[in-house]
Each structure stands twice: as C-alpha cells, then as structure tokens.
C-alpha cells in the first residue's frame, strides 16, 4: 500500500498559468478530500468527493479552483490563472470510512 | 459553524520535558476530536481520537482527552523526544461520516536533545 499519491510533489508556475495538481487515493477508499495548507491559515478544507460524485465543495474559491474525479483512481485539482496567494501545499487526502489518510501534497509556488 | 481553535505556535522543549497543548472546539453535535500529527515532507497522519468527554486516547506515549464543560481536548506526553519533533493539530469531525475534518491552526514542537 503505496499511500495516497500526489504529483508532482512541487510545482512552480508564472503568475497567470494555470497549474494541475494529480491525486491517486488508496484503492478502495471511497471519499476523496482536498485541503490547502499555508502557514497563515493551516489546513482548509476544499472539497470532498464520495464515490466520485462531489459532495461538498465549500471550501473551494469560486473562482480559478476547479475540481473533478473522473474515475475512482485519480482525482485532480486545477487552478485557473495562478496567483502568487495561492502559493500553498495542496493535500490530498482519502477515507474508506471514517479514518482519513493524507498525502504527502504538493507545494504550489507561483512566482 | 463548527470549529477549534489551537493558539500555541510554536512549543520548544528539552528531551523528558512534558508536553502539553490544548485545543477548544464549538459544536452543536457530539464532538468526536482528533490530534493528528505532521514530520516534515509528510501529510498528517492521525495520533489519536477521542469521542467520549473525560476517556483517554492513548497512542504511542501521547494521551488525549476533552473536557465537556469547559469545551476543550488537549494532548499530553510525559516524557518527550527528539523523534516527537513536529506539528501536532487538533481536529473536529464536522460530518456525519465522520471524515471531513476542521483543523487547529497547529503547534510546531521542537524537542531538543
């Protein structure tokens, strides 16, 4: 058991470009979870997929955040027009029932 | 809404020294709290989780509990090393299927040898 898979483990984009983060939950979990962490604000939570559909995504800016689980193996988040504010690790997380697993996340830097 | 807070930044401690951080939480529904702990370049991983007020959680030498009256959980370790050195953040499960969580803004424990 690999773990939830996230790449790529950095990232580094020009302000404008858009950036897409990749997660691979652990097989058979059946919720996906996406949380940003900054040293300001900590762990945010984003938005949350079960079975693939989405659940809830609260926490999701309502513009540029975008994202979509097209199959139970992966699940991606992308960002429209980067800015240096959304320079964060982003975490990637799955749960088959109540326990949450986490990635190690990617960190985001927009220059 | 639901939520906790975690004020201690930063904890910087001598090995043996005991570990203390304390965490409030606001809910209207049964709390079911969590202490998750991050090493560097790693993802939280879960320490412990305690769901009845006054029990204890008790994971690798770290001991949780939570006080409903005064509506707080803290995590406690008697005897800290060097290898105890990271970022613990407490948790509140805000759904019914109890893995969407809300995070402490976290505490940086820096044990020194």
């Known amino acids: 058991n690999a773990g939830v898979i996230q790449t790529p483990r950095h990232k580094v984009t020009g302000k404008g470009q858009e950036a897409t983060l990749w997660c691979e939950p652990i097989?058979?979990?059946?919720?996906v979870f996406w949380y940003r962490q900054t040293i300001v604000q900590g762990l945010e939570f984003l938005t949350y997929?079960?079975?693939?559909?989405?659940?809830?995504d609260s926490g999701m800016p309502k513009e540029r955040f975008s994202a979509q689980m097209p199959n139970q193996s992966h699940s991606t988040l992308k960002i429209q027009s980067t800015q240096p504010q959304d320079s964060a690790v982003y975490l990637c997380a799955s749960s088959p029932d109540k326990e949450v697993f986490f990635g190690k996340g990617t960190r985001l830097t927009v220059v | 809404g639901d939520s906790v807070t975690q004020k201690q930044g930063q904890v910087t401690l001598s090995e043996d020294d005991f570990l203390f951080i304390n965490c409030t939480y606001s809910?209207?529904?049964?709390?079911?709290l969590l202490w998750y702990v991050q090493y560097p370049g790693q993802g939280p991983q879960l320490l412990l989780k305690?769901?009845?007020?006054?029990n204890k959680g008790i994971s690798r030498g770290f001991e949780a509990t939570y006080d409903k009256g005064t509506t707080s959980f803290h995590l406690q370790k008697a005897s800290v090393q060097e290898s105890d050195s990271a970022v613990y953040f407490c948790?509140?499960?805000?759904?019914?299927?109890?893995?969407?969580?809300?995070f402490g803004i976290g505490t940086r424990v820096l044990v020194r040898p």
């Open positions: 305690v769901t009845t007020a006054n």
């Open positions: 997929f079960r079975n693939q559909a989405p659940i809830d």
């Open positions: 948790a509140l499960v805000l759904n019914s299927a109890g893995n969407k969580l809300t």
């Open positions: 809910t209207t529904t049964y709390p079911t």
């Open positions: 097989s058979g979990h059946s919720a």
